[in-house]
């Protein structure tokens, strides 16, 4: 079981800038695919961003060209760089690790969920 931890969240003016990192308790997480997902108040958790073991990235269009997700070296942490932010990105942020190769998007791919962290955007 992977224990996922996430910080970095807090109250930001719309066009700034935070930064969200997601750590493992114990262990790397060279062998996940790993994925950032947001959950607004009153909606479905959605799909933000994924890191694939090999590097490569995948983005909502909603993020695309504002938010960069990517892993440290030792793959001990992975983050997600919001800029640009907007008030529509408030919401709760989850860091998620996926076992398979290709989750996509999808929540129900995604085995092991962190507890969440509020970004607050505000206008």
């Known amino acids: 079981q992977v224990q996922l931890v996430e910080s970095g969240g807090g109250l930001v003016q719309a066009g700034g800038s935070l930064r969200l990192s997601c750590a493992a308790s114990?262990?790397?997480?060279?062998?996940?695919?790993m994925g950032w997902f947001r959950q607004a108040p009153g909606k479905e958790r959605e799909f933000v961003a994924t890191i694939r073991r090999s590097g490569s990235t995948y983005y909502d269009d909603s993020v695309k060209g504002r938010f960069t997700i990517s892993r440290d070296n030792a793959a001990i942490a992975v983050f997600l760089e919001m800029n640009s932010l907007k008030p529509e990105d408030t919401a709760v942020y989850y860091c998620?690790?996926?076992?398979?190769?290709?989750?996509?998007?999808?929540?129900?791919?995604?085995?092991?969920w962190g507890q969440g962290t509020q970004v607050t955007v505000s206008s």
């Open positions: 114990g262990r790397t997480l060279s062998s996940y695919v």
């Open positions: 998620a690790a996926a076992e398979s190769n290709y989750p996509g998007r999808s929540i129900n791919n995604y085995r092991h």
